[in-house]
């Protein structure tokens, strides 16, 4: 549950307006009311969130021998999550108001809310919300599979996954029998879950649709415990590199009657959010429960045959399972910043920057001509945006005055900008910077001039 002391709402107001306006993420079926809890990411979010995933699957999959990837189906058999315990157990405590209608997670509300059909009531009156006792209310949607399906028929029942884990765990033996691999080793997975939340809220963070990046990480009973401990430092210094402040990260080891029913141990990893602390990624040992649930409802065993000490058991499992949405706001809140540029006695200058981490950036380099009514400008500037293109993106602009144009990559976050002024072709200083450009530091706004034939050696190594 969120701190209610560390909140800053005019802080998390001005970030939903940028995000709308730059184009990072719009309400989902906006023109038509919006579809509560869906969200829509834009150009430069689709760009953002790209670059997370494909740095998360490059540093736990590409870098390492020990984890392997898949891309399982997001429709779901019954009897997949009829074994896991999701049938018929995965739900969340619900209240309504009788006189409102409004609904509400029993868990989340610390007070009464006030009840909107008694906002008129005179003063001194009671204007709290008439509250239904707490009852289960399914977090899945449910769908039917085939054109003929018979609403009686259990058999056509299909489930949009509530989480990516259980498509994993189902193809345990396949990807352990197709590939050379021991324990321990990993099984990771990029991919959309679906949960019917009673109330979505705090912008992207609580959502109906969203993605997870996880691990299943198979290992022997007795390392468990120790490689869970392992991956929280592992993943402690993810979010290290990706650029969110250790500062505003918190582990919470829940204890002992607060854990899932499948954890032995489970560290939650908390950020400080404008709106509060709230869950980043969970690292949870899960044990041996989800195999062995799907090795008896399956009747196909879901054991490892050791060949050194010749032992068949079924493995135990450490789980750090990420909301890439949820690391995307976290990302987009740590970079937003307004920085006070006001000379004394001058206009009011207030600078709004998105300080990203520039592997993680939307766009890596903005290439902007001078002036646009020269063509000469124009024509070297589109020969070193076409020269950088294949290896990064790239932002062109010709448009308004140059300083203009860099505020605008500043509010989207671009580290890099590369300005082609007469310098770089020489008509001024004899030649002596021909075929030179200015590349301007977004944080720390200084310049420098580097040559056309150094430039992609020079920015290669900044972006990654």
């Not at 998105?354 to 589109?382: G, H, Q, S, T, Y």
Request: negative net charge; proline residues 5%; aromatic residues 10%.
């Amino acid at each position: 549950m969120a701190n209610k002391e560390h909140t800053d709402t005019e802080r998390m107001e001005a970030i939903v307006s940028l995000c709308k306006r730059k184009g990072f993420i719009f309400q989902s079926a906006e023109i038509y009311g919006g579809l509560n809890g869906c969200w829509d990411y834009g150009p430069l979010g689709a760009d953002l969130k790209r670059n997370l995933k494909d740095y998360w699957w490059r540093k736990n999959v590409q870098e390492r021998d020990d984890i392997l990837g898949m891309d399982g189906s997001i429709l779901t058999h019954q009897a997949v999550l009829t074994a896991s315990g999701h049938v018929g157990g995965f739900s969340d405590p619900m209240v309504d108001c009788r006189v409102c209608k409004k609904r509400y997670r029993a868990d989340t509300i610390e007070e009464t809310p006030i009840c909107e059909a008694k906002a008129q009531l005179p003063k001194g009156e009671d204007k709290s919300c008439e509250l239904t006792e707490p009852k289960d209310f399914n977090l899945m949607f449910q769908t039917k599979m085939g054109a003929s399906a018979d609403d009686n028929d259990p058999n056509a029942v299909a489930y949009l996954r509530p989480e990516t884990a259980q498509t994993i765990f189902v193809q345990f033996k396949n990807v352990l029998d197709s590939n050379r691999i021991k324990l321990p080793f990993g099984i990771a997975q990029i991919g959309k879950a679906f949960r019917n939340e009673i109330t979505p809220r705090n912008f992207t963070f609580r959502s109906r649709e969203f993605e997870q990046m996880e691990i299943e990480y198979f290992c022997r009973p007795e390392d468990g415990l120790r490689l869970t401990d392992e991956w929280l430092e592992k993943r402690l210094a993810f979010y290290d590199e990706i650029g969110l402040d250790k500062n505003k990260l918190h582990v919470l080891d829940i204890p002992d009657g607060e854990r899932a029913h499948y954890s032995e141990k489970t560290y939650d990893i908390e950020y400080d959010f404008p709106f509060g602390q709230q869950e980043l990624e969970g690292v949870a040992y899960r044990g041996a429960y989800d195999l062995t649930k799907h090795h008896e409802a399956s009747g196909k065993t879901q054991e490892y045959f050791d060949e050194q000490t010749k032992e068949k058991f079924i493995p135990h499992v450490v789980e750090p399972s990420a909301g890439c949405d949820r690391t995307v706001l976290a990302l987009i809140c740590e970079a937003y910043d307004e920085e006070d540029l006001t000379k004394e006695g001058g206009k009011k200058d207030i600078r709004t920057v998105m300080r990203f981490k520039p592997a993680i950036a939307p766009i890596k380099v903005a290439v902007l001509p001078l002036l646009k009514n020269k063509p000469e400008l124009v024509a070297k500037a589109k020969e070193v945006k076409n020269l950088l293109q294949p290896y990064m993106t790239v932002y062109y602009d010709e448009t308004a005055a140059i300083g203009r144009r860099y505020r605008r990559q500043d509010e989207v976050g671009t580290p890099f900008c590369v300005a082609i002024d007469f310098e770089t072709l020489g008509e001024e200083a004899d030649g002596e910077l021909k075929d030179t450009v200015t590349i301007r530091h977004r944080d720390s706004m200084e310049q420098e001039r580097v040559k056309i034939d150094d430039l992609l050696g020079w920015l290669l190594p900044r972006i990654h």
